[in-house]
């Protein structure tokens, strides 16, 4: 087996659930298995234990049958783990022929999503800004270095892809959650946690657009006080503020003003974009 690296966040559970999960993906790939990383916000930075942990293992070809079943099997064991980290795992097994250049297809990748126990076939790692963050901040938790497996990806292609990601977050942003909707009106519903997601997701995706690189929720929220205009600070700094327990907010309704200003930010947010 390739050596894990032992502490790779500050949070001693944590590294204990990720030394386990790699020695468990090695297991399930056998030879297969080149490498785990950690991208997302405990590379980029100001992940804190509230964050969700995302991953990316890279094998050495495509992933078999009998591999996919047995990584299923080891991620539904690991969901039944006590820590609360092993609910919040989220990412992508990749062949490493399929990591290295930005995919225009956005292909599907066998994918974890955070708060489930089993993987399906899904694009959402298949993207310039995971390739990015992957590269420049990526940490090892097992394998060769991440630079030597992934290209540099351009500031004009990580804009493409925000510009991309920005048509389809704003559909979903309009989309209402129906067990929130008020009843009898029609007015759209959604969950504090959505609510608060989509300040922070487009607050990063503006600050992608303007910066070039992707920075951390804090870092493109603070920048988004200064730089957005005074109408939107104080949704920003609720979103910043409002950070404590977010998985609690999943489950409760957002506060109707709070919708509708979200939702004149998200168009705004397009607009600056330069979005229809």
């Known amino acids: 087996m390739i050596g894990v690296v032992t502490a790779p966040t500050p949070y001693a559970d944590l590294n204990d659930l990720l030394d386990r999960f790699v020695r468990g993906a090695q ?8 490498g785990a990383y950690l991208q997302g916000s405990f590379a980029v930075g100001d992940a804190d234990e509230y964050s969700d942990v995302d991953f990316i293992v890279l094998t050495t070809d495509e992933i078999t049958d009998d591999q996919q079943t047995a990584l299923q099997e080891m991620h539904a064991r ?46 959402h790692c298949n993207t310039a800004i995971v390739r990015w963050s992957l590269r420049e901040h990526g940490l090892v938790l097992a394998g060769p270095e991440i630079k030597t497996l992934v290209d540099p990806v351009t500031a004009g292609q990580l804009r493409a892809d925000v510009r991309e990601a920005m048509r389809e977050c704003g559909a979903f942003a309009h989309q209402s959650q129906e067990r929130f909707e008020v009843p009898g009106e029609g007015r759209p519903g959604m969950s504090r946690w959505k609510q608060q997601f989509l ?10 657009l303007e910066s070039g690189v992707v920075t951390s929720k804090k870092e493109s929220g603070e920048w988004a006080l200064d730089a957005l205009g005074p109408q939107w600070s104080g949704l920003v700094q609720q979103a910043l503020d409002d950070r404590p327990e977010p998985w609690q907010r999943v489950h409760q309704a957002a506060d109707a003003e709070r919708i509708a200003h979200t939702l ?5 947010a397009l607009d600056r974009a330069g979005l229809p």
């Open 27 to 34: 297991t399930a790939l056998g030879e297969n298995f080149c």
């Open 199 to 208: 300040i922070q997701w487009f607050c990063r995706a503006l600050h992608t």
């Open 264 to 268: 004149a930010f998200v168009d705004y």
């Open 78 to 123: 690991m969901f039944e783990l006590e820590t609360p980290w092993a609910q919040h795992l989220e990412g992508s097994y990749i062949p490493r022929g399929r990591i290295r250049h930005v995919d225009p297809t956005r292909a599907p990748y066998f994918y974890l999503d955070n708060g489930a126990s089993r993987l399906e076939w899904d694009n």
